[in-house]
């Protein structure tokens, strides 16, 4: 099993340009989520998914847009990216929702990404 | 405001020896509090979950403990590897929102 993927690993965008990065887990879970971390900063939770075709709002969903057609697949879209976007960003799965005592955030491996 | 607060914020150790990493939060209500390690370049993985009647988990040469009436967490790393270097953040799950609310991180650096 893979677990969780995240492709691009790296990319440099430009101010104003878009671009989409996907999230891929192999585990069947029904919880999907998208985080940014930031020097000096917690993760925080950009936007999340309690599965197929539904998405939900997290702490810092401004700038920031999310699919999920495909129970595997959670999309993240970026329609006009601004310098405040450059930061990692983390895709996590988990089988239950976080509420549940023992419930376990699988993670990505991340995406680096720069804006000009 | 709900807020997790570690220290230090980096530490250096030689291989071999003993470490505690300190987590304070300020969540109320919490349902759980857990540890992830996290290697440079690579996301968070969990090492140890614990609900808020847990006092202490282990997994391995890592022991967290859990004062839930003082609001603090420890995770204790028993001799130590080089492959112990890495970021350990402390998250509490928030009870009335059921959100994640994460540390900043205590940098650890092992060295032989």
């Known amino acids: 099993n893979a677990g969780v993927t995240q492709t691009p690993k790296f990319r440099v965008l430009k101010t104003g340009q878009s671009m989409t990065l996907l999230c891929a887990q192999d585990m069947n879970h029904e919880y999907m989520y998208w985080y940014r971390q930031d020097p000096g900063m917690g993760l925080r939770l950009i936007h999340y998914s309690v599965g197929e075709g539904t998405t939900a709002k997290g702490e810092v969903p401004d700038g920031y847009n999310v699919s999920r057609l495909k129970k595997q697949n959670f999309l993240l879209g970026l329609e006009s990216a601004a310098p405040s976007q450059t930061s990692v960003y983390f895709c996590a799965s988990s089988y239950r929702p976080e509420g549940w005592a023992h419930n376990e955030q699988f993670f990505g491996p991340g995406t680096r990404l720069t804006v000009l | ?112």
């Open chain 2, 1 to 112: 405001k709900n807020q997790v607060e570690q220290s230090p914020q980096s530490l250096i150790i030689l291989e071999g020896k003993n470490c505690t990493l300190q987590c304070n939060y300020t969540v109320s209500p919490f349902s759980n509090l857990r540890w992830y390690k996290q290697d440079t370049g690579r996301g968070p993985v969990s090492l140890t979950i614990m609900t808020f009647s847990e006092n202490t988990k282990s997994n391995g040469r890592y022991t967290a403990t859990l004062d839930a009436d003082t609001k603090q967490s420890s995770l204790h790393i028993t001799a130590s590897q080089l492959s112990d270097s890495a970021s350990y953040i402390c998250v509490v799950l928030y009870y009335n929102t059921d959100k994640l609310i994460f540390g900043t991180g205590t940098r650890l650096q092992v060295f032989p």
